[in-house]
C-alpha cells in the first residue's frame, strides 16, 4: 500500500459488521467510523428506532457534508480508514460519485438470518429497510465504474477469519494483521452512540464467534420477506471470495 486507504464496507443489518470494524481498528493503523449516514436516513424516513434523537444529535444528518468529511483526510494520522456503512442508509437521495475515492467493500448474509433476527426489533419489517436491494444498487454501481468489488458472506468470516480477512486484505492491497482476528472486550469511543441498543454482544466478543449453523422456524410473513431478498443476495454471493481461493494467498504477506 503506497497511499492512504479508505474502505468502505457495505452491509445490512443484523450481520457481522460492527465485529469487523473491531478487527479493523485492533489492526492499529486504522481509523475506524461507525455508520456515518445514520442520522441522513432517520431524518429523512422517520423511522423510529432506538436511540432516534440521539443519533440526529450525534451525528450530520446533511449527507453531503457527510461524504465530504469520508473522501476527505484520516482522522488521527491514520494510513487506513474503515468505514462501516449500512446500505440501507444509502436513500435515493444520496449521489454515488463520492465513491469513486473509496475502496468499496461488501459483507452479506443469508437472508433468513437477517430476517430472522431483524424483525424481532421490527415486526413488521419492510425489504426496504433490510438492505438488500440497495446493496445489490451500490454492488452494480461500483463494478460499472471500478471493476467486481469484494464480496465477503459472513458464514465464511466465521468459518475461517484469517483466510477471509487475508483474502480481503489481499484484494485491498494492504498487508493482513493477526491482530485482526482477536481484540479487547467491551465498548471503543468510536462506537455509535446506538452502541448500548444494539452492541451487547459485541461488547463481550474478543474475536468473531465460531460458526454455527442455526434451525430457523420462520413465519410465513418472514418467509415472504426472506424471499423479496434472495435474488439481490444470491447476485452478490456469486461474486463472493471463498475460502477455497483464499487458502491460496501467501501467508507470509503480513505483519505483527
Not at 465504474?145 to 494492504?174: K, N, Q, S, Y
Not at 418467509?223 to 434472495?230: F, I, P, S, Y
Request: glycine share 4%; hydrophobic share 40%; aromatic share 10%.
Amino acid at each position: 500500500m503506497t497511499a492512504p486507504l479508505r474502505i468502505a464496507m457495505w452491509s445490512g443489518p443484523r450481520n457481522i459488521s460492527t465485529a469487523m470494524m473491531r478487527a479493523w481498528e485492533n489492526r492499529g493503523d486504522t481509523a475506524v467510523i461507525d455508520e456515518p449516514l445514520y442520522a441522513h436516513y432517520l431524518l429523512k424516513t422517520g423511522v423510529a428506532h432506538p436511540g432516534r434523537e440521539q443519533v440526529l444529535a450525534a451525528q450530520s444528518s446533511d449527507w453531503r457534508e457527510v461524504t465530504r468529511t469520508l473522501t476527505g483526510p484520516i482522522p488521527d494520522g491514520k494510513s487506513v480508514w474503515y468505514q462501516k456503512h449500512m446500505t440501507q442508509h444509502v436513500l435515493p437521495d444520496i449521489q454515488l460519485e463520492w465513491l469513486t475515492q473509496l475502496s468499496n467493500c461488501f459483507l452479506i448474509r443469508a437472508p433468513e438470518a437477517v430476517v430472522a433476527s431483524f424483525t424481532q426489533n421490527r415486526p413488521d419489517a419492510a425489504l426496504w429497510e433490510l438492505g438488500f436491494e440497495q446493496q445489490a444498487r451500490l454492488f452494480d454501481y461500483v463494478a460499472e465504474h471500478f471493476g467486481a468489488p469484494p464480496v465477503l458472506d459472513a458464514e465464511d468470516v466465521l468459518r475461517d477469519p484469517e483466510a477471509m480477512l487475508r483474502a480481503l486484505c489481499t484484494r485491498l492491497d494492504v498487508k493482513f494483521s493477526t491482530r485482526m482476528l482477536h481484540w479487547p472486550a467491551g465498548p471503543r469511543a468510536s462506537d455509535g452512540v446506538w452502541a448500548k441498543h444494539w452492541y451487547a454482544a459485541v461488547e463481550r466478543s474478543t474475536g468473531f464467534e465460531p460458526y454455527r449453523p442455526k434451525q430457523l422456524k420462520l413465519t410465513a410473513f418472514q418467509a415472504r420477506l426472506a424471499e423479496q431478498c434472495r435474488s439481490f443476495y444470491e447476485r452478490l454471493w456469486r461474486q463472493r471470495l471463498t475460502a477455497e481461493r483464499a487458502h491460496g494467498f501467501s501467508r507470509a504477506d503480513s505483519v505483527k
